[in-house]
C-alpha cells in the first residue's frame, strides 16, 4: 500500500485509472477487443484488479493461479491510443 501511495503522490493521478486514463483509451464496451487490458472494481487495498482480455473471457491473476471470468457490465476496458 506504501509504494501504491507513493506512485500516486509522485506521478499526480489520483488513482490508477487515471493514469491509464491518461496512456490508453477507455473503450466503452462489454466485449473488448482481444489484448485489451481489463479491471475489475473489488474491495481491498487496491479498487481494482487488473487483467487482460483473451477472446470471450478476461484473465485476472489470483491467489491460486489464473482466473478466468467472463465480461461483467462493471468493468473497464482500455485500449491503445
Known sequence: MVK???????????DLTD???D?????????????S???LPQEGVLPFAFGVQIGKYCAFVGDNGLVLSYPE???????LK
Open 4 to 14: 501504491y501511495r507513493r506512485f500516486l503522490e509522485k506521478s499526480g493521478y489520483s
Open 19 to 21: 493514469g491509464l486514463d
Open 23 to 35: 496512456r490508453l483509451t477507455r473503450l466503452s464496451t462489454n466485449y473488448a477487443p482481444r489484448g
Open 37 to 39: 487490458i481489463v479491471a
Open 73 to 79: 457490465p462493471n468493468f473497464l476496458y482500455w485500449g
